[in-house]
């Protein structure tokens, strides 16, 4: 179960994510890589993240100075990069002139466990990676994110980890509302809502009563038609970077 958790930022936090992403996305050029998080939204447990090539990297934000009061904890970085299976690095940046900048050379980032520099592009392979159950619930939220903004919501909070419930946070008609997001894989079915539901909607309840259920289907559209897997009983592997289809009908109140 999670409570929001609105961490707060200052704004001179926001000029300094700013550069940050502005320096990445330099470094990257063109349409090499797709942002995963860029966007300044609790909870922290990274404040920026991309894909490039068939690796992921999750990065948090260091003030070699100690200006700042910088939201997010290591134990939260290393907890979605291992859940993903990806990079958990570091940008330690400064202020100069007037300006936040990056202080390790190249791309910016250190690794956040051996602090040594790192360059995303060496890590970039052809090998067929399996997306990590934490991989496709954000993927899955992200779908349901999406469409609430379509439809005007104003999004609260949001969060990609499989074991955290509720997943998402918005401003309904009458206040906060929740969202559990569940995964499944084509062709498996949706299993429905938690055992606990109850226990997790007594909890929400202090906050707000109002709780909807979205499920979300993926599969990966190159492994499905497959000649290798299409007379097999096994479910058909969903790999990073391949075209995802998706099936996804819409919440479903439960409070």
């Known amino acids: 179960m999670h409570n929001i958790q609105m961490a707060e930022f200052s704004e001179e936090f926001s000029h300094c994510w700013n550069a940050a992403g502005s320096h990445i996305q330099r470094m990257a050029g063109g349409d090499l890589m797709s942002w995963l998080k860029a966007t300044l939204a609790p909870p922290f447990l990274e404040h920026l993240s991309f894909r490039l090539g068939n690796q992921l990297f999750f990065i948090q934000i ?26 958990a690095c570091l940008m330690p940046m400064k202020k100069q002139a007037g300006h936040w900048q990056p ?7 250190i690794d956040a466990q051996s602090r040594k520099t790192m360059d995303p592009i060496s890590f ?9 159950d934490w ?22 909070s949001w969060n990609g980890n499989p074991e955290v419930l509720p997943s998402i946070w918005f401003v309904g008609d009458d206040g906060p509302e929740w969202v559990i997001v569940r995964t499944y894989r084509f062709p498996d079915e949706d299993e429905g809502l938690p055992e606990n539901i109850e226990e997790i909607k007594a909890q929400l309840r202090k906050v707000s009563t109002k709780g909807n259920y979205a499920a979300v289907g993926i599969a990966d559209m190159t492994e499905m038609f497959s000649m290798d897997n299409i007379d097999s009983d096994e479910m058909p592997a969903i790999y ?13 109140c439960i409070t």
């Open 124 to 132: 970039v392979s052809d090998e067929k990676i399996e997306m990590t």
């Open 62 to 87: 260091e003030d070699e100075d100690g200006i700042l009061e910088v939201p997010g904890s290591p134990d939260g970085l290393m907890a979605i990069a291992n859940g993903c299976n990806g990079h």
């Open 135 to 156: 991989e496709l619930q954000d993927f899955a939220v992200q779908v349901v994110r999406d469409e609430l903004k379509k439809s005007g919501r104003k999004l609260m």
């Open 240 to 252: 990073r970077g391949n075209g995802l289809n998706v099936t996804y009908e819409g919440l479903r």
């Open 103 to 109: 202080t390790a050379p190249g791309w910016g980032l």
